[in-house]
């Protein structure tokens, strides 16, 4: 399978424990999202990289979540001290940039508990 | 700030009728949009987009249609299967905004045999 590739599927914590979630893209793209999503509503926009570079943040991702691309291929996502806030399904997505009209292509998602 | 929102939350359809799911988004300035399938349990999945420019664009079963007089976008998908059953986003990029999409809250399209 050649699409965008998140682990673990599934992750359950206790509150206050730190999580991190990995996200593979599609080779050669070389742009990378991370997006929540909560029961019901459609995905909300966290942060993005083009290559290695954090080009953009979210108001939405606190000073408890990092994310980090390092080499321009994989990337994690990474939350501290989780709240049950948190619970909800994490989305990465990836792109080749070619202006306006970047498909984002959409991984399986990886589904956060925090009890 | 700017949001993409749905007229309907369920659509119920017969297997082998057409579906039409609609969309308003606020933002005039817009310019590029696309619509994602999403079953239970996975990711989004790419179905169409179009660009501002255009006011209607053709895949295989589906077609997009774009009125940016009203602010309006639906997807219209010929001959439903059971296989398309499923919640449908809905999202809006603007280029002057940056690579974020911005989604709606999502359609359920339930078909019945």
């Known amino acids: 399978d050649t699409g965008v590739s998140q682990d673990p599927r599934h992750k359950i914590t206790k509150r206050g424990q730190n999580v991190t979630f990995r996200c593979d893209p599609i080779?050669?793209?070389?742009?990378l999202y991370w997006y929540r999503q909560t029961l019901g509503q459609g995905p909300e926009f966290l942060t993005y990289?083009?290559?290695?570079?954090?080009?953009?943040k979210s108001r939405l991702l606190s000073d408890r979540f990092s994310a980090e691309r390092p080499k321009g291929s994989f990337s994690t996502l990474e939350i501290q001290r989780t709240e049950q806030g948190d619970s909800a399904m994490y989305l990465c997505?990836?792109?080749?940039?070619?202006?306006?009209?970047?498909?984002?292509?959409f991984g399986p998602g990886t589904r956060l508990t925090v009890l | 700030g700017e949001s993409v929102g749905l007229h309907l939350p369920t659509l119920s359809v017969q297997e082998g009728d057409n579906s039409i799911i609609n969309c308003a988004y606020s933002?005039?300035?817009?310019?590029?949009f696309i619509w994602y399938k999403q079953e239970s349990g996975k990711g989004p999945q790419f179905i169409i987009d179009?660009?501002?420019?255009?006011d209607k664009r053709q895949g295989q079963r589906v077609t997009v249609l774009l009125n940016k007089t009203v602010k309006h976008l639906s997807l219209q998908i010929a001959a439903t299967q059971p296989g398309d059953s499923a919640v449908y986003f809905c999202?809006?990029?603007?280029?002057?905004?940056?690579?974020?999409?911005?989604f709606g809250g999502g359609t359920r399209v339930l078909v019945k045999p």
């Open positions: 997505a990836s792109s080749l940039a070619t202006g306006l009209t970047d498909t984002q292509y």
């Open positions: 080779s050669e793209h070389n742009r």
């Open positions: 990289f083009q290559n290695e570079a954090q080009l953009e």
């Open positions: 933002n005039s300035a817009s310019d590029y």
């Open positions: 179009i660009r501002s420019n255009m």
């Open positions: 999202a809006e990029k603007t280029e002057a905004a940056g690579n974020k999409l911005t």
